[in-house]
């Protein structure tokens, strides 16, 4: 199979280098790539239908006989089209075509095919709309229909597809050893491939579509371990001395045992000579995270090296920027703030003293990955809420040392299964307990007829000193976006909240303005904040108590797990108010669960059951490798994926058994195909 990919699309016979520019665009160079182009969807001719039984609105083949001339005409608005009478035992129908002149010629009067077509109930009967169609004498069967690309039809696929699958010896050099296919019960590589295009029957197209998309995640398992194993660099920012206890003299609050370990293993790993941190430090809402991080920058910082840390949006930035620096900068910690909306010159001088080492450690944005942002000596990457950054941009940020130590931080809880596949090159440290002092959240669910009493009841909180979040679906930096935000929040002043101080905050107004907001409700000067999605992650007032969420359905359940994070910070009782009028069942019950748990982990994996993988990176890109059959969200088959991985190391002595040679070579193929070489 592997010499097929080294075989040009355009030595396939038939295919020109026209034609090969199209399957180019496709994806498609080698005959290899081509086996590889599975079909989008299946066209069942096997499944023929009698005409009396079809349905009104439905995919079907019948198996009929042209029992007219055609009838040809133009309809009003200038389309030809050409109608024809067929029939089986059971009745007959009507064939409609449009703009097909070539059509009158293709089906014989008293010939029996096979047509595969939309079917709907008319005045007059059974009708088919442009069906396709074959002569009955070929075998029925499931046939295969691809993505295409103008120029180019599912014929000319089909047949190039017949083309490559001759091609393929009569003993494949299967990945997937016997001894592992018989195991987990898989078949072999060349009846997957050949049945993925052309599948015998149904049950056969199962069976191999099973049997390529466990491989596909297996390759990707496994590719990843390796990642993880040559991450296994030695220290080249060996750090002497911990300076954990000083910091934790410099907090208002005593750390919890969860940070303090934590903290523990990550220093363990920085002044251990043999290994480089590399770690994912999860924690729920409120754990204490920031302090974690702070903690490994303090003792960075104290041993000589400079750190980055890194986290999604300004504000959030921001924010981390005035904790972190009031907490460290009296201790002498020169701390910096780098984001895309400081004026150049300030960015400018920010980049010359990084670059001199007077700055210390610097909190950013995207703005810190440029090229532009050089360092003296980078001992230590931070990023917060990793979920949001690519595998790409981590391991840039890392390129502006020599192997600095990483951690990453992440609030949103990742399904097991999938956090081990995406932070497959990462060691897992996890902050199971929350500061002493926090509150369960009441999370209400409720309809629009009870908002006027959910305002009532915020404005009563409000009067008594506490504030709260609104939140309106709105997606951040669209135009009009923007004005509802605002039409919305002009409402509630007028109508409810006349006489109490309310702030928007949405994507679209400019940092400073963001800022200066913020900073209003930090420092209690507004009681209600209405925003967007823009308060998703890491602020923290504590003395915010509501958060009310319209449209609640529309939000991810993870992401809703985020906002209600924003309350429950302080002393106060706090809630969670959500409204929705979704009548929808998976809505109500996705909704039900935030009012069910405050588990951020159980609610990513009921998130995760009921809506995917899309969640937890939205359209950002996670910087994994393109899969081709299998997806993210096939829980089922990635448990499986993982048990094999798990068997295949031990059997092949880490893929060094030769047994193991072709899929070494596919974990190569899938992992050079993306931009992953960033990542050593
Ligand atoms: P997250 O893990 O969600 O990023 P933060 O780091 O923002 O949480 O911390 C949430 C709040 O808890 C902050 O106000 C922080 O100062 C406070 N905090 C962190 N650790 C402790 C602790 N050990 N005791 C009391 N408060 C803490
Ligand atoms: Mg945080």
């Known amino acids: 199979m592997s010499s097929l990919y080294s075989m040009k699309i355009e030595n396939l016979s038939g295919i020109g280098k026209k034609r090969a520019e199209l399957f180019n665009k496709l994806g498609v160079f080698s005959v290899g ?11 069942d001719w096997s499944d023929i239908t009698e005409i009396c039984d079809v349905a009104d609105n ?17 309809t009003k608005s200038g389309k030809f089209i050409a109608k024809v009478a067929v029939y089986d035992e059971s009745g007959g129908a009507e064939l409609v ?33 442009s069906p396709t169609f074959q002569p009955d004498n070929q075998s029925s069967a499931v046939q295969p229909i691809y993505n295409l690309t103008a120029g180019l039809n599912n014929k000319v696929v089909t047949n190039a597809v017949k083309k490559a699958l001759k091609l393929l010896p009569e003993t494949v050099n299967d990945p997937l050893p016997e001894s592992v296919r018989s195991r987990f019960k898989l078949c072999g590589l060349k009846y997957a491939i050949e049945n993925i295009h052309f599948p015998e029957s149904i049950e056969a197209l199962e069976t191999a579509r099973k049997r390529l998309v466990v491989e596909e995640l297996l390759v990707l398992n496994l590719g990843l371990r390796d990642l993880k194993n040559r991450k296994r660099a030695a220290n080249k920012n060996v750090i002497i001395k911990d300076y954990s206890d000083s910091f934790a003299k410099l907090l208002p609050f005593n750390l919890t045992n969860a940070q303090k370990r934590v903290i523990g293993e990550c220093v363990g790993d920085m002044m251990n000579p043999d290994i480089t941190l590399n770690r994912l430090v999860q924690g729920d809402v409120g754990s204490g995270k920031t302090a974690v991080a702070a903690s490994i920058c303090y003792t960075t910082v104290k041993n000589g090296k400079q750190c980055a840390f890194m986290a999604p949006t300004e504000i959030l930035t921001e924010q981390h920027y005035n904790s972190i620096n009031e907490l460290l900068s009296p201790a002498g910690i020169k701390v910096a703030l780098l984001t895309g909306s400081l004026k150049p010159s300030e960015k400018e001088s920010i980049r010359a003293r990084l670059e001199t080492g007077e700055i210390d450690l610097v909190i950013g944005t995207h703005a810190l990955i440029t090229d532009k942002t050089l360092f003296n000596d980078l001992g230590l990457v931070v990023t917060d809420e990793q979920h949001r950054f690519g595998v790409a941009q981590r391991a840039k940020l890392l390129s502006k040392g020599n192997s600095p130590h990483l951690l990453v931080m992440s609030a949103t809880p990742i399904p097991r299964t999938l956090g081990l ?20 959240i009441d999370t209400l669910l409720i309809d629009s007829s009870k908002r006027e009493r959910a305002l009532g009841f915020i404005k009563k909180e409000a009067q008594k000193g506490r504030q709260a979040y609104i939140v309106c679906p709105l997606i951040e930096e669209s135009e009009s976006d923007l004005i509802s935000a605002e039409e919305y929040a002009a409402e509630l002043m007028l109508n409810y909240f006349s006489d109490i101080p309310v702030g928007i905050l949405h994507g679209k107004m400019k940092p400073a303005e963001k800022e200066s907001v913020m900073r209003d409700f930090a420092d209690d000067k507004l009681k209600i904040l209405v925003a967007t999605t823009v308060i998703e992650v890491g602020i923290d007032v504590p003395n915010a108590t509501i958060m009310m969420i319209e449209n609640a359905e529309r939000f991810g359940l993870s992401q809703l797990h985020q906002l209600r994070g924003r309350v429950g910070r302080g002393e106060e009782k706090s809630y969670c108010i959500l409204v929705s009028d979704s009548t929808a069942q998976t809505a109500f019950e996705r909704l039900k669960t935030m009012c069910s748990t405050s588990d951020g982990f159980k609610i990513a994996d009921a998130d995760f059951k009921l809506r995917g993988p899309g969640d937890f990176f939205g359209s950002r890109q996670h910087g994994l490798p393109k899969l081709s059959i299998s997806s993210l969200a096939d829980t089922r088959n990635l448990d ?33 195909t993306t931009g992953d070489e960033t990542l050593n």
Not at 58 to 74: D, L, M, P, Q
Not at 101 to 108: D, E, H, K, V
Not at 112 to 117: E, K, P, S
Not at 421 to 432: E, R, V
Request: net charge neutral; glycine share 6%.
């Open 421 to 440: 596949i995406i932070f497959g090159d990462l060691d897992i440290s996890i902050i199971d307990e929350l500061p002493p002092g926090r509150q369960e």
């Open 58 to 74: 439905t995919t079907v083949c019948i198996r009929a006989t042209v029992g007219s001339a055609f009838k040809s005409n133009y």
């Open 97 to 129: 075509f449009f703009n097909n002149r070539y059509i009158m010629n293709m089906l014989a009067y008293g010939q029996t095919y096979l047509f595969f077509g939309k079917a709907s109930h008319t005045l007059d009967g059974v009708s088919m709309t």
């Open 33 to 43: 790539n081509l086996l590889n182009y599975y079909p989008r969807d299946y066209e």
């Open 640 to 672: 499986l994926s993982q048990k094999i991985a798990d068997y295949v190391i031990l059997d092949s002595n880490n893929l060094l058994d030769d047994r193991y040679r072709a899929l070494k070579a596919e974990i190569t193929r899938l992992f050079k």
